[in-house]
């Protein structure tokens, strides 16, 4: 079982930045992809962002394109995700996860093991 615990959320204001980090336990974090969620009250779980192992790939969901920006440090089981121009809409409990295959994928149940979420309001 991998524990995961994110870091970063608070309450900012539209147009602000933010980052969140995610560091997990796993002695293999190196070889597992991993990707951020979020989740409004009453909605369902959606895909924010995904990385590959080794940081080559990322995949982005079109909401955060060009806004957010997922990256990595295998050297302290990492994943970061820097959050830009943020919006009201962007206003979500977020998520790191890990992969269960190697692929970024965009859906919940390719991810197995979950941190207990970092809340992000953007409010004026």
């Known amino acids: 079982q991998v524990q995961l615990v994110e870091t970063g959320g608070g309450m900012v204001e539209p147009g602000d930045s933010l980052s969140l980090s995610c560091t997990a336990s796993?002695?293999?974090?190196?070889?597992?992809?991993m990707g951020w969620f979020r989740q409004a009250p009453g909605r369902e779980r959606e895909f924010v962002a995904a990385i590959s192992w080794g940081g080559s790939t990322t995949r982005y969901a079109d909401a955060v394109k060009g806004r957010f920006t997922i990256s990595r440090d295998n050297s302290r089981n990492t994943v970061h995700m820097r959050m830009q121009s943020l919006k009201p809409e962007d206003t979500r409990v977020y998520y790191c996860a890990t992969g269960r295959t190697t692929l970024t994928l965009n859906t919940p149940v390719a991810y197995d093991n979950w941190g207990p979420g970092t809340q992000v309001t953007v409010s004026s």
């Open positions: 796993a002695l293999t974090f190196s070889r597992l992809t």
